[in-house]
Protein backbone atom coordinates (compact mmCIF):
# COMPACT_ATOMS: atom_id res chain seq x y z
CA UNK A 1 0.00 0.00 0.00
CA UNK A 2 2.67 2.35 0.61
CA UNK A 3 4.26 1.31 -2.74
CA UNK A 4 1.30 2.97 -4.01
CA UNK A 5 1.50 5.90 -2.61
CA UNK A 6 4.83 6.50 -3.33
CA UNK A 7 4.49 5.57 -7.43
CA UNK A 8 1.62 7.97 -7.59
CA UNK A 9 3.67 10.68 -5.87
CA UNK A 10 7.26 9.93 -7.75
CA UNK A 11 4.62 10.27 -11.19
CA UNK A 12 2.78 13.29 -10.41
CA UNK A 13 6.58 15.22 -8.95
CA UNK A 14 7.89 13.65 -11.93
CA UNK A 15 5.89 15.13 -14.18
CA UNK A 16 5.51 18.24 -13.00
CA UNK A 17 9.40 18.79 -13.73
CA UNK A 18 10.53 16.51 -16.40
CA UNK A 19 8.47 14.62 -19.46
CA UNK A 20 6.91 12.00 -19.72
CA UNK A 21 10.03 10.04 -21.40
CA UNK A 22 12.76 11.11 -18.75
CA UNK A 23 10.48 9.89 -15.98
CA UNK A 24 9.74 6.65 -17.62
CA UNK A 25 13.58 5.97 -17.87
CA UNK A 26 14.20 7.37 -14.58
CA UNK A 27 11.28 4.65 -13.30
CA UNK A 28 13.07 1.66 -15.52
CA UNK A 29 15.85 2.37 -13.66
CA UNK A 30 14.75 2.02 -10.41
CA UNK A 31 12.67 -0.93 -11.19
CA UNK A 32 15.30 -3.12 -13.05
CA UNK A 33 17.50 -3.27 -10.51
CA UNK A 34 14.57 -3.67 -8.31
CA UNK A 35 13.48 -6.92 -10.28
CA UNK A 36 16.70 -8.48 -10.67
CA UNK A 37 16.88 -8.42 -7.02
CA UNK A 38 13.90 -10.03 -6.96
CA UNK A 39 14.48 -12.29 -9.41
CA UNK A 40 17.21 -13.48 -7.81
CA UNK A 41 16.49 -13.57 -3.95
CA UNK A 42 12.67 -14.72 -4.04
CA UNK A 43 12.73 -16.45 -7.40
CA UNK A 44 9.31 -15.40 -9.45
CA UNK A 45 7.57 -15.15 -5.88
CA UNK A 46 7.95 -11.48 -5.83
CA UNK A 47 8.35 -10.02 -8.99
CA UNK A 48 5.85 -8.79 -10.92
CA UNK A 49 5.25 -5.39 -8.98
CA UNK A 50 8.77 -4.46 -9.96
CA UNK A 51 8.53 -5.77 -13.25
CA UNK A 52 4.90 -3.85 -13.62
CA UNK A 53 6.90 -0.96 -13.06
CA UNK A 54 10.20 -1.93 -15.56
CA UNK A 55 7.42 -2.07 -18.34
CA UNK A 56 5.67 0.84 -17.62
CA UNK A 57 8.90 2.71 -17.24
CA UNK A 58 10.35 1.26 -20.61
CA UNK A 59 6.68 1.78 -22.50
CA UNK A 60 6.39 5.35 -20.85
CA UNK A 61 10.38 5.89 -22.13
CA UNK A 62 9.35 4.62 -25.94
CA UNK A 63 5.92 5.76 -26.65
CA UNK A 64 6.33 9.16 -24.54
CA UNK A 65 2.62 8.66 -22.97
CA UNK A 66 1.55 9.83 -19.44
CA UNK A 67 -1.51 7.22 -19.92
CA UNK A 68 0.77 4.37 -19.35
CA UNK A 69 1.66 5.44 -15.92
CA UNK A 70 -1.70 5.15 -15.22
CA UNK A 71 -1.95 1.34 -15.99
CA UNK A 72 0.18 0.19 -13.20
CA UNK A 73 -2.17 0.20 -10.59
CA UNK A 74 -4.64 -1.14 -13.18
CA UNK A 75 -2.34 -3.93 -13.20
CA UNK A 76 -1.68 -4.82 -9.89
CA UNK A 77 -5.53 -4.63 -9.44
CA UNK A 78 -6.14 -7.16 -12.00
CA UNK A 79 -3.87 -9.07 -10.64
CA UNK A 80 -5.77 -9.16 -7.57
CA UNK A 81 -9.05 -9.88 -9.44
CA UNK A 82 -7.81 -13.11 -11.18
CA UNK A 83 -6.30 -14.40 -7.48
CA UNK A 84 -9.82 -13.90 -6.19
CA UNK A 85 -11.75 -15.53 -9.30
CA UNK A 86 -9.69 -18.19 -9.16
CA UNK A 87 -10.29 -18.60 -5.54
CA UNK A 88 -14.15 -18.32 -6.21
CA UNK A 89 -14.02 -20.44 -9.21
CA UNK A 90 -11.84 -23.22 -8.46
CA UNK A 91 -12.47 -23.31 -5.09
CA UNK A 92 -8.99 -22.51 -3.64
CA UNK A 93 -8.93 -20.16 -0.67
CA UNK A 94 -6.47 -18.22 0.05
CA UNK A 95 -7.29 -15.81 2.45
CA UNK A 96 -7.02 -17.79 5.71
CA UNK A 97 -4.05 -18.64 5.38
CA UNK A 98 -2.88 -15.21 4.99
CA UNK A 99 -4.60 -14.03 7.90
CA UNK A 100 -3.01 -16.91 10.16
CA UNK A 101 0.45 -15.16 9.09
CA UNK A 102 -0.37 -12.20 11.66
CA UNK A 103 1.84 -12.40 14.51
CA UNK A 104 0.26 -12.88 17.99
CA UNK A 105 -3.10 -13.32 16.94
CA UNK A 106 -5.21 -16.48 17.40
CA UNK A 107 -8.14 -17.74 14.78
CA UNK A 108 -10.54 -19.78 15.71
CA UNK A 109 -11.61 -22.08 13.09
CA UNK A 110 -15.09 -20.58 13.04
CA UNK A 111 -13.62 -17.11 11.91
CA UNK A 112 -11.12 -18.50 9.49
CA UNK A 113 -14.11 -20.18 7.93
CA UNK A 114 -15.85 -17.20 7.62
CA UNK A 115 -12.73 -15.75 5.94
CA UNK A 116 -12.36 -18.12 3.42
CA UNK A 117 -16.08 -17.81 2.77
CA UNK A 118 -16.09 -14.40 1.63
CA UNK A 119 -13.75 -14.62 -1.60
CA UNK A 120 -16.86 -13.67 -3.57
CA UNK A 121 -17.16 -10.48 -1.57
CA UNK A 122 -13.70 -9.63 -1.98
CA UNK A 123 -13.71 -10.12 -5.84
CA UNK A 124 -17.02 -7.93 -5.85
CA UNK A 125 -15.16 -5.71 -4.01
CA UNK A 126 -11.91 -5.70 -6.46
CA UNK A 127 -14.08 -5.32 -9.64
CA UNK A 128 -15.72 -2.22 -8.51
CA UNK A 129 -11.76 -0.72 -7.86
CA UNK A 130 -10.91 -1.85 -11.11
CA UNK A 131 -13.66 -0.31 -12.75
CA UNK A 132 -12.99 2.75 -11.18
CA UNK A 133 -9.47 2.18 -12.02
CA UNK A 134 -9.76 2.03 -15.64
CA UNK A 135 -12.61 4.82 -15.21
CA UNK A 136 -9.58 7.35 -13.81
CA UNK A 137 -7.23 5.87 -16.81
CA UNK A 138 -9.00 8.77 -18.79
CA UNK A 139 -9.84 11.68 -16.10
CA UNK A 140 -7.43 14.18 -15.17
CA UNK A 141 -3.83 13.33 -13.61
CA UNK A 142 -5.11 14.85 -10.26
CA UNK A 143 -8.13 12.55 -10.15
CA UNK A 144 -5.76 9.56 -11.09
CA UNK A 145 -3.70 10.27 -8.32
CA UNK A 146 -6.56 11.50 -5.77
CA UNK A 147 -8.16 8.15 -6.47
CA UNK A 148 -5.23 6.29 -6.44
CA UNK A 149 -3.79 7.59 -3.16
CA UNK A 150 -6.83 7.77 -0.94
CA UNK A 151 -10.26 7.08 -3.05
CA UNK A 152 -8.94 3.06 -2.99
CA UNK A 153 -7.99 3.07 0.28
CA UNK A 154 -11.25 4.31 1.77
CA UNK A 155 -12.76 1.73 -0.96
CA UNK A 156 -11.28 -1.42 0.89
CA UNK A 157 -11.29 -0.03 4.11
CA UNK A 158 -15.39 0.87 4.14
CA UNK A 159 -15.38 -2.90 2.61
CA UNK A 160 -13.06 -4.17 5.47
CA UNK A 161 -15.53 -2.49 8.18
CA UNK A 162 -18.44 -3.87 6.45
CA UNK A 163 -17.32 -7.33 6.66
CA UNK A 164 -16.17 -6.99 10.09
CA UNK A 165 -19.93 -5.35 10.86
CA UNK A 166 -21.30 -8.63 9.17
CA UNK A 167 -19.31 -10.70 10.85
CA UNK A 168 -20.19 -9.13 14.39
CA UNK A 169 -23.71 -9.31 13.36
CA UNK A 170 -23.48 -13.00 12.55
CA UNK A 171 -21.67 -13.88 15.99
CA UNK A 172 -18.34 -15.39 14.36
CA UNK A 173 -16.29 -15.60 17.15
Do not use: C
Not at 135 to 163: D, E, P, R
Amino acid sequence: MLLTLIYVLFIVVGLRFFEPQVVGLLLLSLAAPWTLYELIKNRFKSVWVPLAAAVVGSLVWYLDSVVVFKILPVLITSLFFVKFAEAVIFKRPFLAKMVQKTPKMIWSDEKLAFIDSSHLYWLLITTINLVLQVAVLFASMKIWALYTTVGWYLLFGGALALQIIYEKVRGVK
